[in-house]
């Protein structure tokens, strides 16, 4: 497995995510926005050429998205409503798609072989290490770790969910104290 690294200043700044290899040399860019129906992330190599991207084609509870490869749709999939635990599938792709939001740490498998894992550095600059199994893997990747960055860097998000779990927590002790 390649490892490539983020700089963690840069993924919580919600800017263009700059990914780089063991050397330090740059591979891809990332770049987008969120926030609106058809926004989303792309995968750039360092001479501009999108090779992914990710958008955003149905809002509500739960959204939906459409990753692309070289300008081909790869894989459609649904959000469903989590709070700080990631858990979705791709089903074009056969990925399982298993994160945890505030430390960052996200895995992606098909079936018993791991395709991605990521974990964020100790170290001095922090950084997010992403390890991914083929190079084929890589823009896609990319991708998943741009929105799951995006969803763990949401204020709204969490500032709305932990309220959802304090009410759906005080429902269901008042309905086990009645």
Not at 59 to 80: D, L
Not at 101 to 126: A, D, H, Q, S, W
Not at 143 to 152: D, G, K, P, S
Request: aromatic letters at 12%; a positive charge.
């Amino acid at each position: 497995m390649r490892a490539l690294y983020i700089n963690q200043e840069t993924l919580t700044a919600n800017s263009t995510l700059t990914v780089r290899n063991q050397n330090n040399n740059i591979k891809y860019l990332i770049t987008g926005r969120w926030g609106i129906k058809h926004s989303g992330f792309s995968v750039n190599d360092v001479y501009g050429n999108e090779l992914a991207k990710i958008i955003q084609t149905k809002t509500g509870m739960m959204p939906e998205f459409t990753i692309f490869q070289n300008h081909q749709p790869v894989c459609k999939f649904v959000r469903p409503l989590n709070s700080t635990s990631e858990f979705f599938y791709l089903p074009q792709l056969h990925w399982i798609v298993i994160g945890n939001l505030k430390k960052m740490k996200y895995r992606i498998l098909k079936f018993n072989n791991r395709i991605m894992t990521t974990k964020l550095t100790t170290g001095f600059p922090r950084q997010l290490i992403v390890s991914i199994d083929t190079y084929k893997h890589e823009p896609l990747c990319l991708c998943l770790i741009a929105i799951l960055n995006y969803w763990a860097q949401n204020k709204s998000y969490h500032l709305i969910h932990p309220l959802i779990h304090k009410e759906l927590g005080n429902e269901m002790a008042f309905r086990i104290n009645k």
